[in-house]
């Protein structure tokens, strides 16, 4: 088996997962979860949130072609899930809105929060045009930052203020919205 390490793949994928997870967009849901519950699982939210991640980068493809779907239409309809979500970053409106969960247990942070649908579909359309190595990287990196800012989301908000974070989501916003782009032109032609 051969190995095919990437650093500019590692990066790019960092950062889509990054700006996808948007960990500081959702301090003030982490927050506002801490003051209801009381404390969060960072420790175990974060395993459960890779695992469920490098599950379905591994997974997904075959579920996928269990219900007759390539790789590729799924990835076209991943540009547009990212589209959306960047929309919402960029002009601070919700479009999809779950219910406010009852505890801050695995199912809210772990899943959706951080391992989301915006998540999983990134995962599969990056599958598309990296190496899965690169992406596993990414993940782990990702995770840490997410391991971090939960530990840490209180500190987070006071050091950057409502208006810092705004600033952080509305540009992560415009580079997920180039992602989606990007992600959409690499595939259609793969379609046609």
Known sequence: MEFHFDLREIATASMVLF??????GSIPIIIGLRKKVGHIQSEKASVVAAVIMVAFLFLGEEILNLIG????????????IIFFLAIEMILGITLYKDDEPESASIVPIAFPLIAGAGTLTSLLSLRAEYFV??????????????????????????MLGKNGVNVIRKV?????????????AANINELF
């Open 19 to 24: 700006a996808v997870i948007d960990i500081l």
């Open 69 to 80: 779907i390539d790789v590729n239409s799924f990835a076209v309809a991943g540009a547009f």
């Open 133 to 158: 190595e690169n992406i596993i990287v990414a993940i782990i990196v990702n995770i840490v930052f997410v391991f971090i800012v939960l530990k840490s989301s209180v500190k987070i908000e006071k």
């Open 172 to 184: 992560f916003g415009v580079i997920l919205m180039a992602i989606a782009v990007k992600l959409f």
